[in-house]
Structures are given as structure tokens and as C-alpha cells.
Antibody, heavy 124, light 108 residues
Framework: QVQLVQSGAEVKKPGASVKVSCKAS????????MHWVRQAPGQRLEWMGW????????KYSQNFQGRVTITRDTSASTAYMELSSLKSEDTAIYYC?????????????????WGQGTLVTVSS | EIVLTQSPGTLSLSPGERATLSCRASQSVSSNYLSWYQQKPGQAPRLLIYDASSRATGIPDRFSGSGSGTDFTLTISRLEPEDFAVYYC?????????FGQGTRLEIK
């Protein structure tokens, strides 16, 4: 079955960077984009950006422009999200999620499945 | 970007009652590309509805979605105890995806 497994919780100091991984299985990795969504405590889901896992092209939310970098390793069927210049407000659960439809149809569609989430805590 | 506003913020109902959740977009959602998710504490969101009115695989038929353009509704016909959770709408009509702020459905 389609599965997304994320790396473990991280604790970072303000100003540092964090890199979260998302390993995909159960489907052809390069046939679907991969998106990242975060959720601060008690807050709404916030879309961060996506990567075309086939060619590496990316698109980011303006809210994170310049601070977020999404990459992938096709040999490992793994996507990565790196967030730099961390602030306490970046404390959140970070999810990777895959659109239901393949990239050849559309890079964005409804999300299913989701990774289990990675808690990133930013604290001095 | 398209701003999604959900109402009410909190809905207090009893099991067996009907729940009606609203999601309003700041501009028309292309092709009614709107989905609904359920989220319980400590869990990732779970897809319920896509393309405004199509039920996802395995979702009970008490969940239904409707609407078009800027106004969308998620209806739960008869609430079960496991339905009490937070619900989010999401639009994917634009390549800049956005979510609503959520409606918390709590037991009265």
C-alpha cells in the first residue's frame, strides 16, 4: 500500500536549520509530486510547497519563500524539506503528503495519503 | 491566494444530530476543486471529500459534500461518537494551495 514515513522529532535553536525526510513506498515515486504542510500548535494546516519528483522543479508558498527548500533523492524514493533561519513560531508538526493524481495529469489535487508528521521544536 | 473561511468555529451537537459545516472562498474555486479533511488529536488529516462532492474510499455515506463557486458545505447526516473532531476544507484549484482555519465539532 502507499505509505509515507517521515523522520523523527527535532529540537533546534533559533537561527538554525532543520531538514525533514519523507520516504515513499508502494508506488512509483517520480510519478507524483510531493507536498509539505505544517501545523503549529492549535493552528490551521498551512501549505508550504511542492516538488515535481520527476524533474526536481519546485513551487513554494510566499509565506516561506527564501527559507524553505524542498529536494528529493529518486534513488531512495525520499523527499526532503529544509527550513532555515528558524524562529519559535516555526514550532509545528510538519507533514509530507502526496496528491491523489499523478503529475502527468496535475501537480496538485486532493491529498491522500499523509505522512505521520514530524514535530519540530524551536527553542533556545 | 484564495482565502478559505470556515464557519462556525465550533459546533456543539449530540450524537444522532445533523452537522452542517460551511467553507467560503474569497474567490471562485476553479472547477470546484475543494476537499474536506477530518483531523483527530495526534493524527494526520484524513481525506473525506474531494472535488467538492465525491466521497473518498472507505468514507461512510453519512458524510456528504456540496456547493460550487465560493460556497461549500460538508454535511454529516447522523453524528456518530467517532465523528467529533476538527474539519478542514482545502482548495486545489490554484497551484497555491490553501486551507480553511477549521471547524471544531464537539459533543454537546
Amino acid at each position: 500500500q502507499v505509505q509515507l514515513v517521515q523522520s523523527g522529532a527535532e529540537v533546534k535553536k533559533p537561527g538554525a536549520s532543520v531538514k525533514v525526510s519523507c520516504k515513499a513506498s508502494g508506488y512509483t515515486f517520480t510519478s507524483y509530486t510531493m507536498h509539505w504542510v505544517r501545523q503549529a500548535p492549535g493552528q490551521r494546516l498551512e501549505w508550504m510547497g511542492w516538488i515535481n519528483t520527476g524533474n526536481g522543479n519546485t513551487k513554494y508558498s510566499q509565506n516561506f519563500q527564501g527559507r524553505v527548500t524542498i529536494t528529493r533523492d529518486t534513488s531512495a524514493s525520499t523527499a526532503y524539506m529544509e527550513l532555515s533561519s528558524l524562529k519559535s513560531e516555526d514550532t509545528a508538526i510538519y507533514y509530507c503528503t502526496r496528491p491523489h493524481l499523478p503529475t502527468v495529469i496535475t501537480p496538485v489535487s486532493w491529498f491522500d495519503p499523509w505522512g505521520q508528521g514530524t514535530l519540530v521544536t524551536v527553542s533556545s | 491566494e484564495i482565502v478559505l473561511t470556515q464557519s462556525p468555529g465550533t459546533l456543539s451537537l449530540s450524537p444522532g444530530e445533523r452537522a452542517t459545516l460551511s467553507c467560503r472562498a474569497s474567490q471562485s474555486v476553479s472547477s470546484n476543486y475543494l476537499s474536506w479533511y477530518q483531523q483527530k488529536p495526534g493524527q494526520a488529516p484524513r481525506l473525506l471529500i474531494y472535488d467538492a462532492s465525491s466521497r473518498a474510499t472507505g468514507i461512510p455515506d453519512r458524510f456528504s459534500g456540496s456547493g460550487s463557486g465560493t460556497d461549500f458545505t460538508l454535511t454529516i447526516s447522523r453524528l456518530e461518537p467517532e465523528d467529533f473532531a476538527v474539519y478542514y476544507c482545502q482548495q486545489y484549484g490554484s497551484s497555491l494551495i490553501t486551507f480553511g482555519q477549521g471547524t471544531r465539532l464537539e459533543i454537546k
